[in-house]
């Protein structure tokens, strides 16, 4: 390669370097591109939409309070079983909570066994219902002299105490559904007079162990006293059940209970109380509470609610509803709702009419 020609191309070569080299140098420059304001793929926006409302549909419900007016009967299913003095004890010692929180109304208090099976017919009292002790009634009444005392010498059963020492104690297979059943099967014989024409039943259950002790297969169900129930009345009247028991899953109370039971046995959850009081609207309280003063207020509230429940036709809209009486009481009744039903703190007297308007959603 001649001489000339060799520098020539070293030449070319170092411009090509320097232009490269003052390339790298320069900032390099970006521009935007616009944006369309329509583009092929471009998504618009969701136009919102208004949530259809339901309309809505002023009703009319009317009542008539009928004679049953402010009543109600409670039978009272007593554990007589030897385990259970203490229990007994404080259910007496609570019952002005009980009466108290009844208020005015005209409650008829009745009482039988959970012993059912025993031999002797003193103790075996097949749902037959005690006489009060001191009285010649079955009844206790918001008229009854000395009713507090009345109950607590009823309620303390004379075949439970002391009866392990000589050794007649009633039966400790306790079965308070099937007392329940036989106490309304005797409506019209042992017990006549104890269940009212109309007038709503609440059956309060005081017991340490469930239908025959523990709930075997061949226990009476809740759903057979309700048959039993529908059987007698039909629609006439309503049942409310509560329990005073061992609740399901307290292991603590169990356990302080089979404290007091021969041989540390005896003592179940009442598995099928809680069934029955959860079908027909009542509630179970725990038996190990140190005063059963709350249990009974509650207890006694939750019969003043049956006794003042009207159900409407159809779920009202809230704050719509309006009640009007006729002929318009003395003192202002109250009430709340709860779902369909119409609740009156305290019932219109025998002969209202009650004109129920409100909203619902159609």
């Known amino acids: 390669m001649d001489t000339q020609y060799k520098n020539r191309s070293s030449l ?24 369309s304001s329509s583009t092929k793929n471009e998504v618009p926006d969701p136009v919102p939409t208004a949530v259809p409302q339901r309309p809505t ?8 309070q009928d004679e049953s007016a402010g009543k109600v009967d409670i039978l009272v299913v007593n554990d007589n079983s030897y385990s259970m003095e203490v229990e007994q004890k404080k259910m007496a010692e609570r019952f002005p909570s009980f009466v108290s929180a009844l208020g005015d109304l005209d409650y008829h208090i009745s009482m039988t066994t959970t012993d059912i099976d025993s031999s002797s017919p003193k103790l075996n009292l097949g749902g037959r219902v005690v006489e009060w002790t001191g009285t ?11 009713a507090s005392d009345v109950f607590k010498n ?19 297979n306790e079965q308070p559904l099937k007392a329940t059943i036989l106490a309304m099967d005797q ?30 297969v061949e226990a009476t169900k ?19 059940v509560f329990g005073i028991v061992i609740q399901s899953g307290d292991a603590a109370c169990r356990a302080l209970q089979l404290a007091q039971t021969e041989g540390g ?38 019969v003043r609610k049956l006794v003042g429940t009207f159900e409407l036709s159809s779920l009202p809209l809230g704050g719509s509803v309006k009640v009007n009486f006729t002929p318009k009481p003395s003192k202002p009744i109250t009430f ?18 009650i004109d129920v308007t409100y909203d619902s959603a159609q």
């Open 12 to 35: 070319v070569l170092l411009l090509a370097c320097a232009t490269a080299f003052a390339s790298a140098c320069m900032p390099t420059e970006f521009r935007q591109i616009p944006s």
């Open 57 to 64: 549909v002023s009703q009319t419900d009317s009542f008539t």
């Open 136 to 146: 010649t009634s079955k009844l206790l009444t918001p008229q009854t002299v000395k």
């Open 154 to 172: 009823t309620i303390k059963r004379s075949e439970t105490i002391g009866c392990v020492a000589r050794g007649d104690c009633p039966s400790g």
């Open 187 to 216: 409506r019209l014989k042992e017990n006549a007079g104890v269940f009212r024409d109309g007038v709503d039943l609440a059956v309060v259950v005081l017991s340490d162990e469930d239908e025959m002790s523990n709930g075997p």
């Open 222 to 240: 809740p759903a057979d006293v309700i048959a039993a129930f529908k059987s007698h009345f039909g629609e006439s009247k309503r049942l409310r």
């Open 265 to 302: 046995n005896g003592a179940f959850y009442a598995t099928h109380v809680e069934g029955l009081a959860k079908l027909t609207g009542g509630s179970t309280n725990s038996i190990c509470d140190l005063d059963y003063s709350k249990s009974l207020s509650d207890i006694s509230k939750s």
């Open 336 to 353: 709340h709702v709860e779902g369909k039903n119409l609740i009156f703190d305290n019932p219109p007297a025998a002969g209202t009419k």
